[in-house]
């Protein structure tokens, strides 16, 4: 727990975190209280909010914070409070426009409705309890004060009362600067209905509303401002624009050793925007150059004719003429490799350069993969045997093979690889064929590409970079773009 004194204001904020570091419990006195819950990927999925009451007896003050209402996040698409339910809609995940929810017109019977609603669900009354006693526990336990909660399926007379309804829907329309920071709103007949601007860090300076059925919490980065608080909610964290710090750590400041974990991106904030508080990544120029981008996240991050590439990038440059050496063995001196780049996930100086193999143990028993651009997923618990991998091509599902034929699979058309993964060779290098029994050959790679081994000396010291160095690299990755390439 945390808190801290506002002199000016005469108020004390109080703030109780998670395990993994999110704002849980939030009360000031005489102001307001929230208490903000998660789902299983982190994400906020509903929140209790309301003032905070004092009270005396016999010359003793009672703080309660009285939690009445509830915003219920069903999805990036609508949010559910007591006012009713608003629709959003994206473009290359940019918020454009929010609608008012005008009813469901379904035909089916409110009764019907709720069986299959309730069905996913069971003890309805009990989950609901556990979920009352944990808000109780967070405020008695790391603040001190008994919350009254009051929010009890509040939000099912909203949705029940618009069952049925066919009401118009006002849409709202969000015009936004190069940071993605609306500046405008306007209604669906283009009057403005709010207009919005920010200083640099992203405290509110301008904030003017006409009479509208729809004021906007999306505002500086298109992220959600939480009335309660005056904090903007980016997802992992929580970012503070009055005193331009986040509220806690990076969750990745390893990456970034030089930059503070509380500073908001990288302290460039006119150029600069952190579309989910903790990301910058690798970029593709108009020329075909890889570099970091201080400013990337997604597409819609980079400039005019750069592609967008991830966090890290994987990038095999090899040739037709790939081929073991004479004992089918990566290290032997006639050996015909791929070279491997590695653009890793701690920034601009995090490139290195391996050796690999494309071609499969044997091209004329196994496929081998096409040229292309893949998606290369961490997969858990991987690839086993005796060269285990967790690096799955297309979550190891369907790749082409290279001129559309597969000869370990001719009957399929046109031909693919399934199952393939980036791995290594045996520890000695050998990476090819072997008899499996029954007049059935197998091969070390039998489509999948390969990364040759760490190599070490007699004493155990490296000698050469491999596939422990290449592990090590992309550690903490859990998606990395593959560029595949022959000449």
């Not at 003793?60 to 915003?71: A, G, V």
């Not at 009890?152 to 066919?166: C, E, F, R, T, W």
């Not at 939480?226 to 997802?235: A, F, L, R």
């Not at 040229?371 to 979550?395: C, F, Q, R």
């Amino acid at each position: 727990m945390i808190s801290h004194i506002n002199e000016q204001a005469q108020t004390t904020r109080f703030l109780a975190w998670t395990e993994d570091n999110r704002l849980q419990g939030f009360m000031e006195t005489n102001n307001q209280s929230a208490y903000y819950n998660y789902d299983a990927s982190g994400n906020r999925n509903f929140k209790f909010t309301g003032p905070t009451q004092n009270s005396v007896q016999n010359g003793t003050t009672y703080i309660q914070p009285n939690l009445n209402d509830q915003t219920l996040y069903a999805s990036d698409l609508m949010t559910i409070n007591k006012h009713g339910y608003t629709k959003h809609y994206f473009e290359e995940g940019k918020r454009i426009c929010s609608k008012i929810g005008g009813g469901f017109t379904t035909n089916a019977p409110n009764d019907i409705m709720r069986h299959h609603v309730h069905s996913l669900v069971e003890d309805y009354d009990e989950q609901e309890q556990l979920q009352m006693d944990g808000v109780e526990k967070t405020f008695e336990i790391f603040i001190g004060v008994s919350p009254f909660v009051g929010v009890s399926n509040k939000l099912i007379y909203v949705i029940d009362a618009k069952i049925g309804q066919d009401d118009p829907e006002p849409a709202f329309f969000y015009h936004t600067d190069h940071l993605g920071s609306a500046s405008y709103i306007t209604n669906d007949t283009g009057r403005v209905t709010q207009t919005l601007n920010y200083l640099p860090y992203g405290e509110q300076w301008v904030d003017i509303k006409t009479l509208s059925a729809f004021i906007s919490p999306y505002k500086f980065n298109g992220k959600e401002k939480d009335e309660e608080t005056d904090y903007n909610y980016y997802g992992a964290r929580y970012y503070d624009s009055e005193n331009i710090s986040w509220l806690s750590v990076d969750p990745l400041s390893d990456k970034y050793p030089s930059l503070s974990p509380y500073v908001y991106c990288a302290n460039n904030p006119v150029n600069l925007v952190d579309p989910d508080r903790m990301q910058i990544d690798w970029v593709e120029d108009k020329n075909g150059k890889k570099y970091w981008n201080d400013n990337a996240k997604d597409q819609s991050t980079t400039k005019e004719g750069e592609k967008y590439l991830g966090e890290a990038v994987v990038v095999f440059n090899g040739s037709l003429d790939e081929k073991l050496g004479k004992n089918s063995n990566l290290f032997d001196d006639d050996a015909v490799l791929a070279s491997v780049t590695v653009y890793g996930p701690k920034g601009a100086n995090d490139i290195q350069t391996y050796q690999g193999y494309t071609m499969s143990s044997d091209p004329t028993k196994f496929g081998v993969m096409a040229d292309g651009d893949y998606t290369v997923d961490y997969n858990s618990p991987g690839k086993g045997g005796k060269l285990p991998s967790h690096w799955a091509i297309e979550n190891a599902g369907a790749v082409p093979a290279l001129n559309g034929y597969n000869p370990a699979y001719p009957e399929r058309d046109p031909g693919v690889l399934i199952g393939a993964y980036i791995h290594t060779s045996n520890r000695n290098g050998f990476a090819g064929t072997y008899d499996k029994g029954n007049g059935k050959v197998g091969g070390i790679s039998e489509g999948c590409l390969l990364i040759v081994p760490t190599r070490h000396n007699s004493k155990g010291q490296r000698i050469s970079k491999g596939w422990d160095d290449f592990n090590k690299q992309l550690k903490g990755v859990s998606k990395f773009r593959l560029e595949l390439r022959r000449k």
